[in-house]
């Protein structure tokens, strides 16, 4: 495995729009627009190709807290100090929303389905993005969860009460199902006040409910179809799950959430607080961190700066996260 020396690597340090691509990127939307008809807004989704599969990330907006709840081990002085250097507030740790629509033969497959309003007032944009594209949730054939936590399931319930993807089969980890939905969970592991682990936890449940009937349950490791393999990443959750997408010689892997943001848990190895087992997470980490540097593999985070691509590399002293350049 190829190792690095970290002072010879100059790595962007702010959230910013990214990627190394396999050059056959597809441009956002076409065509020159009048001053009248400039949208007011910046688009929200992106796409690229993974070799024939065509890739789209949809942005459901924003959620965050203070940085010391996704650096659980960070000392504060040092923390501060990297969130500085970075140009990133040093109170408030601002994550992404980075769901990914794959176009499989026929199928259209939907990786997370976001938070929705579940974990504050800037989630929720994923339907207008879809409908950006022309789409609406009824066009969606499959939504897979990595893991059941209320930013990856929010979506999953419309404001009514019914399924807010109606066609959709819906998948989730068999251990994670089993924890958050089907038992009381003891959130006391998660460094945030009581009342948000209750609202957490509700959320959860009240997400799911549309489903509970006829959800498909899944274990680490299951291919999902083919061009979709799970790979198991307990830890954060007890069965939260990864994903690579293989086209060809080309790959993309979703790392959920073993890490939030590449400038605390990438480029510094500070642990995420909400990791329910901190050493099996960890280990989960390293293991497919490293598997993604040696393969040099395009790599979407799902809390990263939107649009969340790029590759990891090893370095002397850990890994560096190194964002892709747009393409258009």
């Known amino acids: 495995m190829l190792t690095l020396n970290r002072r010879k ?44 599969i065509a890739a789209t990330v949809l942005s459901d907006g924003l959620i965050g807290g203070p940085p010391t709840v996704y650096a659980g ?39 997370e389905a976001g938070a929705g309003a579940t974990m504050g007032p800037n989630g929720g944009r994923l339907f207008d993005n879809l409908g950006a594209l ?18 990856h399931v929010g979506n999953l319930r419309a404001a009514d009460g019914s399924r807010a993807f109606p066609n959709a089969t819906v998948m989730a980890p068999r251990a994670d199902w089993s924890f958050f939905v089907e038992n009381d969970p003891d959130l006391s ?10 609202r957490f936890a509700a959320n959860i449940q009240r997400s799911v409910e549309p489903y509970v009937r006829d959800i498909e349950l899944y274990e680490g490791g299951a291919e999902i179809l083919s061009g979709l393999t799970t790979i198991s990443a307990s830890g954060h959750t007890p069965g939260m799950a990864t994903f690579l997408v ?4 080309d790959q993309l892997l979703l790392t959920a959430d073993l890490a939030y943001h590449p400038i605390i848990n990438i480029d510094r190895a500070w642990r995420p607080g909400p990791d329910r087992d901190q050493d099996q997470a960890a280990a989960a980490r390293a293991r497919i961190f490293d598997r993604a540097a040696a393969e040099r593999m395009l790599v979407l985070g799902f809390h990263y700066p939107f649009p969340g691509l790029g590759r990891i590399l090893r ?5 560096a996260w190194v964002p892709a350049n747009w393409e258009f």
Request: glycine share 8%; proline share 7%; charged share 20%.
């Open 246 to 249: 293989e086209s060809g010689s």
């Open 9 to 52: 690597i100059m790595v962007s340090a702010v959230a910013g729009a990214t990627g190394i691509m396999t050059g056959r990127a597809i441009a956002q939307p076409a065509g020159m627009a009048s001053a009248q008809t400039m949208p007011t807004r910046n688009a929200a989704f992106y796409r690229f190709q993974v070799g024939d």
């Open 73 to 111: 081990n960070a000392p504060e002085a040092e923390l501060e100090e990297v969130l500085r250097r970075a140009f990133l507030p040093t109170d408030h740790m601002t994550l992404n929303l980075n769901t990914l629509l794959l176009e499989i033969g026929d199928r259209r497959i939907l990786l």
């Open 315 to 319: 370095t002397d002293t850990g890994y």
């Open 134 to 151: 022309g789409l609406t949730p009824d066009d969606i054939d499959v939504v897979v969860i990595s893991h059941t936590h209320p930013d």
């Open 189 to 198: 592991y998660m460094p945030v006040p009581q009342d948000f682990q209750q």
